[in-house]
């Protein structure tokens, strides 16, 4: 990483510090935010904090840890979640990554969330 630093710079070698509002504020209701996270890494609290101070909070923010088995569940969760105006978090997806083409459709099919 020094030999980086030194002919690319800080810029380069430092990751970039991204707020959950500002990542709030460059999505819309019809477009999932995808966090690709690495190893140890939680952004749950983070999410339940902003969804507390965005009226997204207590029964409005719903999660589901994937696994085997969890498809129909997932989405079923989807549907509640548009008509219903919740978010969703669905963590543990690279368990289902055969599963996620069947999200991809769902999530394209969505035309008017709540």
């Keep these: ?5 030194g002919q690319m710079g800080e810029k380069y070698v430092t990751p970039p510090v991204v707020t959950f509002e500002a990542i709030l504020e460059q999505s819309s209701p ?7 996270l690495s ?4 952004p749950a609290s983070d999410l339940m904090k902003l969804a507390d101070r965005t009226g997204f909070g207590g029964n409005r923010l719903k999660f589901l840890a994937m696994g085997q088995g969890q498809e129909k569940a997932a989405l079923q969760l989807l549907d509640t979640a548009i008509t219903r105006g919740q978010w ?8 289902l990554v055969n599963w996620l083409i069947d999200l991809e459709k769902a999530l394209e099919k969505i035309q008017k969330p709540h």
């Design 39 to 42: 190893p140890g890494s939680d």
């Design 1 to 5: 990483i020094n030999a980086e630093y």
């Design 30 to 36: 019809i477009s999932p935010v995808v966090f690709i």
């Design 88 to 95: 969703l978090m669905l963590q543990n997806c690279h368990l």
